[in-house]
DNA sequence: TAAACATATGAACAGATAAAAATATGTTAG
DNA sequence: CTAACATATTTTTATCTGTTCATATGTTTA
């Protein structure tokens, strides 16, 4: 009972189990409902996405390599990335939303600094990936 | 010698030396010397962002997910998380590009599976990151 | 309190990106 | 070779995101 079309016909609401597929169906429909078993909840795949989706932006990047070296004020933020400072509070906001910066304000200055040290591992990782 | 202002003047292409920024600037610009100094190549901050730019998606979050458990073809990874088989190929391709899979074909079919160790921790740390 | 300064926020524009639709490429069976 | 099928690619569309500009908030000093 299976067709021969890949693509889910979205009229039909069918079932995972009914969607059809390629031809040898009845050997894959098994090894698809055991791995969507054992997918983590679509919440944790989402603030996974959300929380590299903050690492992939090469302005954050730079933000985040600063802190490891030392905390530092908007104001020298801006100046060491050579950006204004509007831009480099919007990102700290993304960052720190994320968890991944943390701020201190002292006197008319706001300081930042790394929030957490998965940070570190993460971008190490990265970087190593990266290297091949 | 230093303006009261934080923002750079762009007609004046100055030397970041003498880019003016907040009051206490004689103090902070060895700082911000220093740091730049130790900061990466601008090409690897790039590349990093592009390579987390590649997780921050959830459908490509998914297919990793799925890839954890097995290799699997195009057609039941399009079966598995719902999408239409387009739109999983031009995920794949991200990845493949990121060389974060690897796809070996098998007669018509094509599979794919993790081309990369690294991709594992980078996402447990993420996940670990969450977790708080 | 007012002035000066550092940072944060809101709105708007430009560029990037995911998904869908249509089509092309590559592979096998007959 | 042709037909059938799985995957890849191209194009288009809608949405999202980073930066800038203008302005607001918060802090210190006079």
Excluded at 53 to 79: H, N, P, Y
Excluded at 95 to 108: I, M, N, S, T
Aim: aromatic letters at 6%; hydrophobic letters at 40%; glycine letters at 4%.
């Amino acid at each position: 009972m299976l067709a021969k079309e890949c693509e889910i016909p979205e009229v039909m609401n069918l079932a995972i189990n009914d969607v059809p597929c390629c031809e040898e169906c009845e050997v894959h429909e098994e090894k698809v409902r055991a791995v969507n078993e054992k997918m983590p909840d679509e919440d944790e795949l989402y603030d996974l996405a959300e929380l590299f989706k903050v690492f992939g932006d090469s302005t954050r990047i730079r933000i985040l390599f600063v802190l490891f070296q030392s905390e530092m004020c908007v104001c020298d933020l801006a100046q060491t990335l050579n950006m204004n400072q509007s831009a480099i509070s919007h990102q700290l906001k993304i960052l720190k939303q994320a968890k991944l910066v943390a701020g201190r304000r002292e006197g008319k200055s706001v300081f930042y600094s790394l929030a957490d040290e998965h940070v570190r591992t993460i971008i190490d990782q990265g970087r190593e990936h990266i290297e091949e």
